[in-house]
Nanobody, 114 residues
Framework: QVQLVESGGGLVQPGGSLRLSCAASGIRFSIYTMYWYRQGPGKEREFVATITSGGSTNYADSVKGRFTISRDNAKNTVYLQMNSLKPEDTAVYYC????????WGKGALVTASS
């Protein structure tokens, strides 16, 4: 049974930082491309960042220079370090594992508000 479990969300003031984690089980994690997506209030789900099995990364323009995606294959975990958070970063953040078919986590809420 495949499971992706996000953690690390919460409330942070604008300008603050959070680190999200996504722990995977039931898959051969090291061969999967991993993604972070987000869905803000009243918005569609959008791409945030991705990291390939080889470690190549790509980011949405809106988070480039502020967010960093990384992975630890020994821990079957992907991370999203979020710095200089803005109110518009408020969203539910989802991780996705993609190889032949995609698997999604249930999401973690991040709220950037004073």
């Amino acid at each position: 049974q495949v499971q992706l479990v996000e953690s690390g969300g919460g409330l942070v003031q604008p300008g603050g930082s959070l680190r999200l984690s996504c722990a995977a089980s039931g898959i051969r994690f090291s061969i999967y491309t991993m993604y972070w997506y987000r869905q803000g209030p009243g918005k569609e789900r959008e791409f945030v960042a991705t990291i390939t099995s080889g470690g190549s990364t790509n980011y949405a323009d809106s988070v480039k220079g502020r967010f960093t995606i990384s992975r630890d294959n020994a821990k079957n975990t992907v991370y999203l370090q979020m710095n200089s958070l803005k109110p518009e970063d408020t969203a539910v953040y989802y991780c996705k594992a993609q190889y032949a078919i995609p698997y999604w986590g249930k999401g973690a809420l991040v709220t950037a508000s004073s």
